[in-house]
Antibody
Framework: QLQLQESGPGLLKTSETLSLICTVSGDSVSSSGYYWAWIRQPPGKGLEWIASVYYGGNAYYNPSLKSRVTISIDTSKNQFSLKLSSVTAADTAVYYC?????????????WGQGTLVTVSS | ESVLTQSPGTLSLSPGERATLSCRASQSVSSNYIAWYQQKPGQAPRLLIYGTSSRATGIPDSFSGSGSGTDFTLTINRLEPEDFAVYYCQRYGSSLWTFGQGTKVEIK
C-alpha cells in the first residue's frame, strides 16, 4: 500500500525558509508515469497546488509561487522535498505531498496526511 | 489561467437525498483533465473521480461525475452519513493544477 509522509519544522519565523520532506513507501519515486507534488491548504481555506517533480528532475511550479519555491527528488532515499523561501504569515498552511498520475487522465491519487506549518513574527 | 468556480458554496441535505455539485471552468477543459476530491475535517483530500467520470479505486457507485466543455457535475446518490464533507473539483492543464474553492455538503 502506497504511503506518503510529510516531515519538517512546524513553526517558522517570517523571512525564514520552509523545508519539507515527503517520504514515500510502497512505491518508488522513480516509477514511470508519476510525478510527485506538493499542495497546501491555509486554515479554513481551499487547496493550492505548489509544484511537481519527476524522477528525471523535470519540475514545474505554480507561477504565483515560482520565484520562492524549489522542489527536488532523491531517488536513493525515495523522497522528494520542498523549499519555500522568505515565508510570511500568508504561507501558514497544512502542506500535503501527493502522487500525481500524468497518464491520459491526470490526478492526485495518493496523499500524505499533511503537516501544519505556522509562520509567526 | 483557467479558473474553476464551484456552486453552491454550501449544500444542506438530509441523508438519503441526492447531492448535485457544480464546477464551472472559465475556459473549455478536456474531459480527461477534471477530477473531484472529498475532504473531511482534519483529513487529507481523497480522490473520488478522475477523467470527469471514472471512479477511483474503492469509491462506491453512488458517486458519479459528468460534464464537458466548461460545465462539470459531481452527483452523490442517496447521501450516507459519511458523505457529508467538502468537495473540490480540480483541473489540470498547461502544466498547472487548479482547484475550485469547494462545496460543503452539510446535514440539514
Amino acid at each position: 500500500q502506497l504511503q506518503l509522509q510529510e516531515s519538517g519544522p512546524g513553526l517558522l519565523k517570517t523571512s525564514e525558509t520552509l523545508s519539507l520532506i515527503c517520504t514515500v513507501s510502497g512505491d518508488s519515486v522513480s516509477s514511470s508515469g508519476y510525478y510527485w507534488a506538493w499542495i497546501r491548504q491555509p486554515p479554513g481555506k481551499g487547496l493550492e497546488w505548489i509544484a511537481s517533480v519527476y524522477y528525471g528532475g523535470n519540475a514545474y511550479y505554480n507561477p504565483s509561487l515560482k520565484s520562492r519555491v524549489t522542489i527536488s527528488i532523491d531517488t536513493s532515499k525515495n523522497q522528494f522535498s520542498l523549499k519555500l523561501s522568505s515565508v510570511t504569515a500568508a504561507d501558514t498552511a497544512v502542506y500535503y505531498c501527493a502522487r500525481q498520475s500524468v497518464r491520459s487522465t491526470p490526478r492526485l491519487d495518493y496523499w500524505g496526511q499533511g503537516t501544519l506549518v505556522t509562520v509567526s513574527s | 489561467e483557467s479558473v474553476l468556480t464551484q456552486s453552491p458554496g454550501t449544500l444542506s441535505l438530509s441523508p438519503g437525498e441526492r447531492a448535485t455539485l457544480s464546477c464551472r471552468a472559465s475556459q473549455s477543459v478536456s474531459s480527461n483533465y477534471i477530477a473531484w476530491y472529498q475532504q473531511k475535517p482534519g483529513q487529507a483530500p481523497r480522490l473520488l473521480i478522475y477523467g470527469t467520470s471514472s471512479r477511483a479505486t474503492g469509491i462506491p457507485d453512488s458517486f458519479s461525475g459528468s460534464g464537458s466543455g466548461t460545465d462539470f457535475t459531481l452527483t452523490i446518490n442517496r447521501l450516507e452519513p459519511e458523505d457529508f464533507a467538502v468537495y473540490y473539483c480540480q483541473r489540470y492543464g498547461s502544466s498547472l493544477w487548479t482547484f475550485g474553492q469547494g462545496t460543503k455538503v452539510e446535514i440539514k
